[in-house]
T-cell receptor
């Protein structure tokens, strides 16, 4: 069964609103989670590394004030897309590290900004 | 960070046939991973192969790694319609971090 839950799976909202996406590790503690963005028929691009209890590490070119990441507990990381605009529409995917296992991925969130 | 490059970018085969996809990279790596993504879903880990390994098997999957040629291949034998998905190779991020850098992916279509 799924070990990483991502919610919501799909969201449509108006331009200018903020959208929060949750990523939960279901039966393990994840000190590190990752957030990716994927455009249609393209690869996953790492946006940031989320570390429990500390600030996220953003990849070059990713606006930290635009994409707020909070890893408040060992089982939950959230990504908030602030003041979303149509160009923020994309498929956002999280993953979590479980010990020394490969990354476990959530099922993604399809974000559509009108 | 380097990005692996899958080849071919798309492949369409009939059920029962084998599918082979390749991933090439440019600089030395400690390991290489293969993932599958069904349409509109997250990624599922398939196999991790380390730099000191030449071949690994998992069910109908066979992965090879040739460090001298800086390439890896994923072979799916006796394909099924359910194997239809995008397949990505993933390389470690810089500095030995736990980050992954994904290739552009290969779209496999298995026709029933």
């Amino acid at each position: 069964g799924a070990v990483v839950s991502q919610h919501p799976s799909w969201v449509i909202c108006k331009s200018g609103t903020s959208v929060k996406i949750e990523c939960r590790s279901l039966d393990f503690q994840a000190t590190t989670m990752f957030w990716y963005r994927q455009f249609p028929k393209q690869s996953l691009m790492l946006m940031a590394t989320s570390n429990e209890g500390s600030k996220a590490t953003y990849e070059q070119g990713v606006e930290k004030d635009k994409f707020l990441i909070n890893h408040a507990s060992l089982t939950l990381s959230t990504l908030t897309v602030t003041s979303a605009h149509p160009e923020d529409s994309s498929f956002y995917i999280c993953s979590a590290l479980r010990g020394n296992q490969p990354q476990h991925f959530g099922d993604g969130t399809r974000l559509s900004i009108l | 960070s380097q990005q692996g490059e899958e080849d071919p970018q798309a492949l369409s085969i009939q059920e029962g046939e084998n599918a082979t996809m390749n991933c090439s990279y440019k600089t030395s790596i400690n390991n290489l991973q293969w993932y599958r993504q069904n349409s509109g879903r997250g990624l599922v880990h398939l196999i991790l192969i380390r730099s000191n390994e030449r071949e690994k098997h998992s069910g109908r999957l066979r992965v090879t790694l040739d460090t001298s040629k800086k390439s890896s291949s994923l072979l799916i034998t006796a394909s099924r319609a359910a194997d239809t998905a995008s397949y990505f190779c993933a390389l470690p991020g810089t500095g030995g971090s736990e980050k992954l850098v994904f290739g552009k992916g290969m779209k496999l279509t298995v026709n029933p």
